[in-house]
């Protein structure tokens, strides 16, 4: 009978293995799902190209990788446990490079002016042929904000405060009612006073915090899943070692 610890190992690196499979085809789904949306409605999308790529990419790499542990841990193969430890050591190290790499290039980036740029478009007469208001009305009704910095900069760019930034008008269709509550909304000054940049970085905030938090939870798994791999390896080669010794000294006596 194998000893308790290969068996409390086996069981873990194939739990640990599994839950990797489901977190890959996890990420290989959302990155799918947000690709399309990137064709169909490329304003909408906050990940670019390269980024879900590389998503898609290590998705698959650890799914490759999990199946690798999950057979080695079953079938208590050396190799396959060693070749499971070193493609996580390699997926480990590219992810702590990108990690890094990626917190060092929004240090020094830092905010862009990008929404600034669109608003100044949407609210300038000689551009109105540019039809960015659309796009402003969704942002500011989803959002629940009104301008970049708030409704004060309608007011100096003298152009009216609009529907979208009024949370009872913008959803009804143009009409009578529609114009009343936004005429309400004016007068009472219950539209939106927080601006959308500040909103849009409170939301990119809280995602970066939960995308590291999850991050660093992940790669703590995938050591912990390191560490077993070839511990299993070494305790499957030392179990056989002493089986093959007793065998040998058995049949000498």
Not at 107 to 130: C, H, I, M, P, W
Not at 146 to 172: F, K, T, W
């Amino acid at each position: 009978m194998k000893p308790r610890s290969i068996r409390c190992m086996k069981f873990f690196l194939a739990l640990f293995n599994i839950i990797f499979i489901l977190f890959g085809l996890a990420l290989m789904a959302i990155s799918v799902i947000n690709m399309r949306e990137r064709k169909t409605k490329p304003e909408h999308s906050a990940l670019s190209r390269g980024v879900l790529s590389f998503l898609l990419t290590l998705g698959l790499g650890l799914m490759v990788t999990a199946v690798l542990g999950c057979v080695g841990a079953l079938r208590e193969n050396i190799k396959i446990l060693y070749v499971h430890a070193c493609f996580l050591i390699f997926l480990v190290s590219v992810e702590v490079i990108i990690g890094v790499g990626s917190a060092v290039l929004s240090a020094f980036v830092g905010g862009s002016s990008e929404l600034r740029v669109q608003f100044y478009k949407n609210s300038t007469v000689e551009d109105e042929s540019s039809n960015h208001q659309p796009f402003w009305d969704n942002l500011q009704s989803e959002n629940q904000c009104c301008g970049v910095d708030g409704p004060q900069d309608y007011a100096i760019l003298d152009r009216d405060i609009p529907a979208s930034c009024c949370s009872r008008a913008h959803p009804l269709r143009e009409g009578g009612a529609r114009r009343h509550l936004h005429s309400s909304c004016i007068n009472d000054k219950s539209y939106y006073t927080r601006g959308c940049e500040e909103v849009l970085r409170e939301k990119k905030s809280l995602k970066g915090n939960i995308f590291i938090t999850t991050g660093v939870i992940f790669i703590l798994l995938e050591i912990v899943c390191i560490i077993l791999a070839m511990w299993m390896a070494r305790s499957v080669r030392n179990e056989r070692r002493k089986l093959q010794q007793n065998l040998q000294a058995h049949f000498e006596s």
